[in-house]
T-cell receptor, first 114, second 116 residues
């Protein structure tokens, strides 16, 4: 069975500050990991994905995430927050092989303060 | 090209009525998924279609829920005898066979269902 835990349902940072959204996973098989972003009243958009290549993954809009197997983590970071980053962020996991359905974390709502 | 589209964007219905939600995947995508997003449960997998294989229905919450995918393209999610707890945003996603192992799913905008 797989599961994802996102620490902090709500994170607030100042514009220009570091963004850190935490994600820990549990998986009995090698996983693929994803971060999705959801802007208000919109669907989910893929930010980045880890698929067993490089452990440091760069995504869109300046975001990146590092896969750390020893810590079972896949935290999302961005060096400098922008007002347009305000949204809800979801970490998700799926097994590298087999069923492809995504298992999502509960989401983290990111607020950017001017 | 066009992304995943869903209709209607909003649906308000009365308790006990049946509803049908439609999903048009990206052309050429053989895999199609339905998820539900609700305040209490977050994002939950409902059902998964891959080509001509039998669908994975393991996420459907009750036998009031069913889904079809006709001709390997359009899918319809049907909820019979709707209940207030069915109120949620229903999201559809599709993925490409070439990306199957990467499982990059492209999501539609969702259908917001409100059961009164």
């Amino acid at each position: 069975a797989q599961s994802v835990t996102q620490l902090g349902s709500h994170v607030s940072v100042s514009e220009g500050a570091l963004v850190l959204l935490r994600c820990n996973y549990s998986s009995s098989v090698p996983p693929y990991l994803f971060w999705y972003v959801q802007y208000p009243n919109q669907g989910l958009q893929l930010l980045l994905k880890y698929t067993s290549a490089a452990t440091l993954v760069k995504g869109i809009n300046g975001f990146e995430a590092e896969f750390k197997k020893s810590e079972t983590s896949f935290h999302l970071t961005k060096p400098s927050a922008h007002m347009s980053d305000a949204a809800e962020y979801f970490c998700a996991v799926t097994p590298a092989q087999g069923a492809q359905k995504l298992v999502f974390g509960q989401g983290t709502r990111l607020t950017i303060n001017p | 090209g066009a992304g995943v589209s869903q209709s209607p964007s909003n649906k308000v219905t009365e308790k006990g009525k049946d509803v049908e939600l439609r999903c048009d995947p990206i052309s050429g995508h053989t895999a199609l998924y339905w998820y539900r997003q609700s305040l209490g449960q977050g994002l939950e997998f409902l059902i998964y279609f891959q080509g001509n294989s039998a669908p994975d229905k393991s996420g459907l919450p009750s036998d009031r829920f069913s889904a079809e995918r006709t001709g390997g393209s359009v899918s319809t999610l049907t909820i019979q005898r709707t209940q207030q707890e069915d109120s949620a945003v229903y999201l559809c996603a599709s993925s490409s066979p070439r990306g199957a192992w990467n499982n990059e799913q492209f999501f539609g905008p969702g259908t917001r269902l409100t059961v009164l």
